[in-house]
């Protein structure tokens, strides 16, 4: 699971990165603060499977039954426009955010940066246009991708030497994108059965475009949401989009890390731990944390996460155990992994991500709330506990 964190210079990207991994990064008020990808890991929460048996278990993971889940997140560099023809970072940046299965773009919703990252007056700038920006940069990089070999496409489904599937997803498949995928926007378009060499120009740009918001569909942090006078802008937007502050989010970690106050990531309060004392600079620090929380009710790193993984990607979580009885590994400890899999994962495909030997001696699995054996072709709901039973151990 990989997470692209992008955007253009400036918004907080670095910002957001460092609140959501609690990792230091470089950060400045210039463009390219960011010049090799930072790669950290976070976590999205969902409800432990220790709540539903009504036990208790002693995991990191597992805070008063709410679990943490490791996704891995980079930051790349800055982005600016013509990044599909090299300006800037473009080649780099497409470069590293090519694998991510799915895209946060952090834009200043308070208009504070220009196009270019570069500081205005607040509310100077349309940040509409850097959600259209950035789409733009993928939709072109795409379509320069399909339009290299487009006349030898053609020419191979004319020859009957490929299927138009085929010789599209040869094209994609360095960004991770798989032949049903191509197909199913194929079919989505009707285009399945039209002959190559009649496409439009316009049917090239809507597919590439179709093609890039299912396979890298993106969630739009809309970060300095506590400095926009007006967030209706936001309704502006057709992705999906979370106000936030991630200044704040780093500053309560940072804060809560240091001992002085007690705060969970995705919350929307703190307190202070008891008897302790604070300067007159941290009490104004806090007032301007009540002051986001007020505004926009959370500051929306972690929702941001969430939905990422949960809403656009459509995962669910998975408990493997060694142990149906005990729920344990073979260590003894209770619940210790939890898995991402995406939504229509069956037994077998969770055996192959424990361990490819695990799924080439599988015999049956064993849902261990139900007591029920279940064969390979079980579909997974979130929240199952599984014990998969197989003829090889891992490694």
């Given amino acids: ?108 919703i308070a208009g504070t940066t220009d196009i270019q990252g570069q500081p205005v007056a607040a509310g100077s700038h349309n940040p509409i246009e850097d959600v259209e920006f950035v789409q733009d940069e993928f939709d072109q990089w795409f379509l320069e991708i399909l339009r290299r070999d487009w006349d030898k496409i053609t020419r191979e489904v004319d020859q009957k030497r490929s299927k138009l599937t085929d010789g599209i997803a040869r094209r994609f498949t360095g960004l991770g994108i798989k032949d049903y995928e191509v197909q199913n926007i194929l079919q989505k378009m009707n285009l399945i059965s ?72 995705g919350d929307g309060q703190f307190t202070l731990e008891d008897g302790k004392s604070i300067t007159e600079q941290q009490k104004k620090a806090l007032n301007l944390v009540d002051s986001v929380f007020s505004k926009i009710h959370s500051t929306g790193v972690q929702k941001i996460l969430n939905k990422a993984v949960f809403e656009l990607l459509g995962f669910i979580v998975v408990y493997p155990v060694e142990d149906e009885t005990r729920l344990t590994n073979k260590d003894g400890d209770i619940l210790p992994d939890a898995k991402l899999v995406p939504a ?43 014990k998969i039973v197989s003829t090889l151990s891992r490694g």
Wanted: some cysteine.
């Fill in 1 to 108: 699971m990989q997470i692209g964190l992008l955007g253009k210079a400036n918004v907080g990207k670095s910002t957001f990165f460092s609140a959501a991994t609690e990792t230091d990064v470089p950060t400045g008020n210039f463009p390219f603060t960011t010049i090799e990808p930072n790669v950290g890991v976070a976590y999205v929460q969902t409800r432990c499977a220790c709540k539903h048996f009504e036990i208790s278990h002693q995991n990191s993971l597992c805070q008063d039954g709410t679990r943490l889940v490791p996704v891995k997140i980079i930051d790349v560099a800055g982005l600016v426009p013509g990044a599909h023809e090299g300006k800037g970072l473009g080649n780099q940046f497409l470069d590293d955010a090519r694998q991510a299965e799915v895209l946060i773009h952090v834009v200043d």
């Fill in 194 to 265: 039209k002959n190559p060499k009649e496409w439009s120009d316009s049917d090239l740009a809507d597919f590439v475009k179709n093609l890039r918001s299912s396979t890298k569909p993106i969630i739009i942090a809309a970060n300095k949401a506590d400095l926009c006078d007006n967030l209706d802008v936001t309704k502006k937007i057709t992705d999906i989009v979370v106000p936030c502050s991630a200044e704040t989010e780093l500053l309560l970690r940072r804060a809560s890390k240091a001992g002085i106050l007690k705060y969970r990531p």
């Fill in 344 to 386: 229509g994962s069956t037994a077998r495909d969770l055996a192959g991500i424990i361990h490819a030997d695990i799924a080439k001696g599988f015999l049956h699995a064993i849902d261990c709330k139900t007591k029920q054996r279940v064969g390979g072709d079980h579909g997974l709901q979130d929240g199952d506990v599984i």
